[in-house]
């Protein structure tokens, strides 16, 4: 069990959260649209949210199919913890993919996003809580609306790609979004909170749906 030692004056005015696991693969049921596919992901929280440890961000290596070609194995560790004030903004980790299509030009592969696991119960003496999930997220790639320009993304192979794909965690900032989905990303991940009793939250799970 991971410990986390708590500063003085810290104890009743923080809870913290601390996630582990890993992006396991990619599934792609008609393959993956490009070769030497590897995934950047990062952690997006509201604003009264602060990062302890680990890394905000982080890449995979490249990865490419084996024997089942509608799997790509990633394999990246995540690690962090986050403390706040209040569950707002509760932490989301949006992952963006990358590969090289039929020029051998480097091209968005497609987005997904899940949110952290809510730990279920809590208790004891020293309120810690913990949950563990396998969460499929869907893999989505944005379109363009204008055919021209769609016509020039399918001719030269490379996709449209988001600016800021932070952007994906704020529902109002991405409404309207043409894409399209074609897989889908494995992620596993366990969440431990501690100090939440404390703050009389009480996160009310019994179950959770694992696809988001």
Request: with cysteine; net charge negative; charged share 20%.
């Amino acid at each position: 069990m991971l410990e986390l030692q708590l500063t003085s004056g810290e104890s009743e005015n923080f809870f913290h959260l601390t996630v582990t696991g890993q992006l396991e693969s990619g599934y792609f049921p008609m393959g993956p649209d490009g070769s030497g596919l590897f995934c950047r992901y990062d952690i997006v929280a509201g604003p009264d949210w602060e990062l302890v440890s680990g890394l905000r961000s982080a890449v995979t290596q490249s990865a490419r199919t084996e024997s089942d070609y509608r799997t790509v194995v990633f394999n990246m560790p995540i690690e962090f913890t986050m403390k706040s004030t209040n569950p707002y903004g509760w932490p989301q980790i949006v992952f963006s993919l990358y590969g090289a299509n039929m020029w051998n030009v480097e091209t968005n592969r497609g987005y997904a996003r899940v949110h952290c696991p809510l730990s279920g119960g809590g208790g004891g003496g020293e309120s810690v809580a913990s949950s563990e999930r396998t969460i499929r997220a869907p893999l989505f790639i944005p379109k363009y609306s204008n055919m021209c320009s769609a016509a020039m993304s399918w001719l030269s192979g490379v996709n449209p790609e988001m600016r800021d794909p932070k952007i994906l965690t704020d529902g109002s900032k991405h409404k309207g979004l043409a894409c399209e989905t074609y897989g889908e990303l494995v992620v596993r991940l366990q969440a431990i909170t501690r100090g939440s009793t404390r703050m009389a939250l009480d996160w009310g799970q019994t179950g959770v749906d694992e696809r988001f």
